[in-house]
């Protein structure tokens, strides 16, 4: 395992998912959490609880990430309750699915506001302190295959995972010389809540069209990110990796029978 002794992590959207278990493979490296939640305060405190009981260190802070103050007050937060931020991952985010001929401005508007606005705003926010502390640092994006190939009926959230992948290379060109890496993961089809509540046959749906036959679990995109995370993907900025059981290299899908 990584060792992340002495590092301080944000992770957004911490309280459930993918995030929820970022934040737990952060801490089991040794890193202090910051685990930020929006509504589900009681998701947040029990990841927190789960890593004091395994003598970690975590601090819960709720806040929306489509406001660029909330993205600020969360680097304040890791600052005053452990001295610095070394590791910033942005992941919180909305699925949008809809027929793009149907598709309201009200709909648009959530999607970019948390998948893109936020992502930027909390890596403009890290990246500030990270350069002011003058020892580089770790900004992690979460993308999606979405970004990579195309998926019916989710024209607004794949744009902004595409999105995603292209600020995690451009930024290459003004963090690198303060040292903070900028990378993203693309996840494939991953077995949460959020996707089973979509579609309960998702496990089964998902692994007949995966080559290596399962749909992923959370633990799956974590070990992505604490290794982008580690000293030793020092010399890794601007990538993006597919944590998707080889499904970006055909990309079939199954229907999507749930959206009207």
């Not at 305060?41 to 890593?51: H, T």
């Not at 027929?99 to 998948?115: G, P, R």
């Not at 399962?214 to 020092?234: H, I, K, N, T």
């Amino acid at each position: 395992m990584s060792d992340l002794t002495g590092k301080v992590a944000i992770v957004t959207g911490a309280s459930k998912g993918i995030g929820a278990e970022l934040a737990l493979a952060l801490a089991r490296a040794e890193a202090a959490v910051v685990a930020n939640y929006h509504t589900d305060r009681e998701g947040a405190q029990k990841v927190a609880e789960e890593i004091r009981a395994a003598g970690g260190r975590a601090t819960i802070a709720a806040g929306d990430v489509s406001s660029p103050q909330t993205c600020r007050d969360l680097v304040a937060t890791a600052v005053s309750e452990y001295g610095r931020l070394d590791i910033a991952c942005c992941h919180a985010g909305i699925t949008s699915w809809g027929k793009f001929l149907d598709t309201t401005e009200e709909a648009f508007d959530a999607v970019v506001a948390t998948n893109l606005k936020g992502a930027y705003f909390l890596a403009q926010a890290a990246a500030r302190q990270m350069a002011r502390q003058g020892e580089g640092g770790r900004i992690i994006l979460t993308s999606s295959v979405t970004g990579l190939q195309a998926v019916q009926y989710l024209s607004a959230y794949a744009m902004t995972k595409g999105g995603i992948q292209m600020l995690a290379r451009n930024l290459v060109l003004e963090l690198s010389p303060h040292n903070i890496t900028i990378n993203a993961v693309a996840p494939g089809a991953i077995v949460n809540e959020r996707n089973l509540a979509d579609d309960p046959g998702y496990r089964e749906k998902w692994s007949e069209v995966i080559p290596l036959g399962r749909a992923g679990q959370p633990s799956d995109v974590a070990a992505a990110v604490l290794f982008l995370a580690s000293p030793q993907a020092s010399f890794i900025t601007g990538a993006t990796i597919a944590v998707d059981g080889g499904w970006t290299c055909y990309s079939p899908t199954p229907g999507f029978d749930f959206v009207e």
